[in-house]
T-cell receptor, first 114, second 113 residues
Framework: AQTVTQSQPEMSVQEAETVTLSCTYDTSESNYYLFWYKQPPSRQMILVIRQEAYKQQNATENRFSVNFQKAAKSFSLKISDSQLGDTAMYFCAFMQYNNNDMRFGAGTRLTVKP | DTGVSQDPRHKITKRGQNVTFRCDPISEHNRLYWYRQTLGQGPEFLTYFQNEAQLEKSRLLSDRFSAERPKGSFSTLEIQRTEQGDSAMYLC???????????FGNGTRLTVT
């Protein structure tokens, strides 16, 4: 069974600085997708970034980028130039190709301090 | 794109009562998911529909839980004989075919007293 582990329950960062959130996963599959979702205090989950396992290039979305290490089964999220609006719970998620059961980690609560 | 809509936002019920939640997905999305999220945890998969067909159910979905999507549009999740352990946020999500990402609603927070 696939599992997703986020080892940092809480993190904080100063506004405008960079922070990296960790995620590791366990799977025997070779084709899958990885995601980072953000859940602000309003509770709606929002997709931040996604990565296809077959792509070697790390995904980037504006200030958000990932470091995908397939052999190590690691998928960290880097937030550059942190903004107050980045304060939220961040969930790492795994979905096997052709499967509809998206598995989430326990989340990391990120606080951006002014 | 009006987003995924869930109703109600909050529900407080007494143990033993039945509750029903509704989810309206994004209109062109044929896939619909239900997740449960407890405090301090990530969402846990409950069930998945493609159009009106319920294709997957988690073992978390006990006999007291039933979900429907009768016309392939909105979906309902019913919990019968609620227990205190059912208290959680119930999230609905939808997506298009293929590998498109999930779009989540705001959730329904259930409190069983």
């Amino acid at each position: 069974a696939q599992t997703v582990t986020q080892s940092q329950p809480e993190m904080s960062v100063q506004e405008a600085e960079t922070v990296t959130l960790s995620c590791t996963y366990d799977t025997s599959e070779s084709n899958y997708y990885l995601f980072w979702y953000k859940q602000p205090p309003s509770r709606q989950m929002i997709l931040v970034i996604r990565q296809e396992a077959y792509k070697q290039q790390n995904a980037t979305e504006n200030r958000f980028s990932v470091n995908f290490q397939k052999a190590a089964k690691s998928f960290s999220l880097k937030i550059s130039d942190s903004q107050l609006g980045d304060t939220a719970m961040y969930f790492c998620a795994f979905m096997q190709y052709n499967n509809n059961d998206m598995r989430f980690g326990a989340g990391t609560r990120l606080t951006v301090k002014p | 794109d009006t987003g995924v809509s869930q109703d109600p936002r909050h529900k407080i019920t007494k143990r033993g009562q039945n509750v029903t939640f509704r989810c309206d997905p994004i209109s062109e999305h044929n896939r619909l998911y239900w997740y449960r999220q407890t405090l301090g945890q990530g969402p846990e998969f409950l069930t998945y529909f493609q159009n009106e067909a319920q294709l997957e159910k988690s073992r978390l979905l006990s006999d007291r839980f039933s979900a429907e999507r009768p016309k392939g549009s909105f979906s309902t999740l019913e919990i019968q004989r609620t227990e205190q352990g059912d208290s959680a946020m119930y999230l609905c999500a939808s997506s298009r075919e293929g590998d498109s990402p999930l779009h989540f609603g705001n959730g329904t927070r259930l409190t069983v007293t």
